[in-house]
């Protein structure tokens, strides 16, 4: 037994003297990993957090309007036929945009023709009597001569004379009747004529059309409805021309003039100031003593009516801290700057902006005078990122 067991742990050495290799194998310190190669540096320019004169603004606020408003509505009292549009349809000029039933208009228009074709009848017998009379004057008085001579010549009686005479006077008093009823039948005639303009141009409230290019931004009538002169049916807003309306109190609005250049913006655009002209200035409203100032928009500018807008009055200058406005990094709602360390990188700091104004931006916070900042930043650029280069750029040279 002694020896078979021997036997066995001889046979059996060599596999422990394997499986010890192979735990210290496991248990021996692993080698020293290679170290991780440095990323290149980012070339970069830079530009000085520096002081500089800004002028500070009073901003205000108000709506977009059309210049041109128009409130379509009816001169006549009538069903409602058709409406043609809706509200944010865009017309043209002369286009059809609502019908009303002409047909107590269109007989109208027929009954004043017919007069008036009357009146003109009318007027041409008058003229063909007063022609007549006219006839007879001529002859009453080439008989009233002629007779009056054979008088003279002791050829006619005295009697013959005196009915020549009453029949030169009633031809006289015909004539002057039949010239008479010929002004009368023509003024009847005239006065036709327009009551059949007028009822031609009143067929043609059946159909109101659109006053100029725009769009249509209310509606108040459908089919089947009553038109009543002086409601409005439709408004159509001349979106061509747009303006901004703000209340300015009465400390800035003394400085305003007609003319003077301010700035805009518009919400839902870009967000960039635009200028914008001073058209109007209201008269003060005493409750809250402020003004109406109407702002012509620049052309080109692409808001609708009702949309909120700004505008920035300038006042006195001011000094601020500033940076190149390239510098501005902007991460959703977060603003930030990569400024260069000693250590030759560049490290993401988080700034509150001020107001902006000749290609800088003031920075409220985050940043000193005389830090360093990356101007136009490179997507590829990180936090603490290497950065080579640092040419200066900007106001901050």
């Known amino acids: 037994m002694t020896k078979r067991g021997i036997t066995v742990t001889r046979t059996a050495f060599p596999s422990l003297v394997l499986g010890a290799s192979i735990v210290a194998a496991g248990c021996a310190a692993p080698s020293e990993a290679p170290e991780q190669a440095t990323p290149a ?3 970069i320019s830079v530009d000085r957090v520096v002081e500089a004169e800004l002028p500070s603004y009073a901003e205000a606020g108000g709506v977009v309007r059309a210049r041109a408003t128009a409130l379509v509505a009816s001169r006549v009292m009538a069903p409602v036929q058709t409406v043609a549009v809706k509200a944010g349809d865009r017309v043209r000029r002369g286009a059809t945009l609502v019908t009303l039933d002409a047909r107590e208009l269109a007989a109208r228009q027929a009954g004043a023709a017919a007069t008036l074709t009357a009146a003109v009848e009318s007027a041409r017998a008058a003229e063909s009597e007063t022609a007549a009379a006219d006839a007879q004057l001529t002859l009453a008085r080439a008989t009233h001569a002629r007779i009056r001579d054979l008088h003279a010549s002791r050829s ?3 009697q013959e004379l005196d009915q020549a005479t009453a029949a030169l006077d009633a031809a006289e008093a015909q004539a002057a009747t039949a010239r008479a009823r010929t002004v009368a039948a023509g003024a009847s005639r005239d006065a036709a004529r327009a009551a059949a303009d007028t009822a031609a141009i009143g067929a043609g409230y059946a159909v109101l059309t659109a006053p100029f290019d725009g769009i249509v931004t209310e509606r108040h009538a459908d089919p089947g409805s009553m038109a009543v002169p002086g409601a409005p049916l439709l408004v159509v807003e001349d979106t061509g021309a747009l303006r901004l309306e703000v209340d300015i109190d009465d400390t ?23 200028a914008g002209t001073i ?5 003060s409203d005493p409750a809250s003593h402020s003004f109406v100032v109407t702002i012509e928009l620049p052309a080109g500018v692409m808001a609708r009516p ?9 006042g006195p200058v001011r000094r601020a801290l500033t940076v190149a406005s390239t510098a501005i990094v902007r991460r959703g709602q977060l603003t930030f700057v990569f400024v ?8 993401l700091r988080p700034v509150v902006l001020g107001s902006e104004a000749g290609g800088r931006t003031e920075i409220l916070a985050g940043v000193a005078a005389g830090d360093t900042v990356v101007t136009s930043p490179a997507p590829a650029l990180t936090d603490g990122a290497p950065v080579a280069g640092g040419t200066t750029t900007g106001a901050g040279r």
Do not use: S
């Open 279 to 283: 058209g109007e200035i209201g008269r």
């Open 156 to 158: 006619a009686t005295a």
């Open 252 to 274: 800035r609005a003394t400085g305003l003039r007609i003319g003077q250049r301010v700035d805009v913006r518009i919400d839902g655009g870009d967000g960039a100031w635009q």
């Open 41 to 43: 540096p980012v070339t």
């Open 340 to 347: 260069t360390a000693p250590d030759g990188r560049a490290h």
């Open 306 to 314: 009702g949309t909120f807008g700004r505008t920035r009055l300038a």
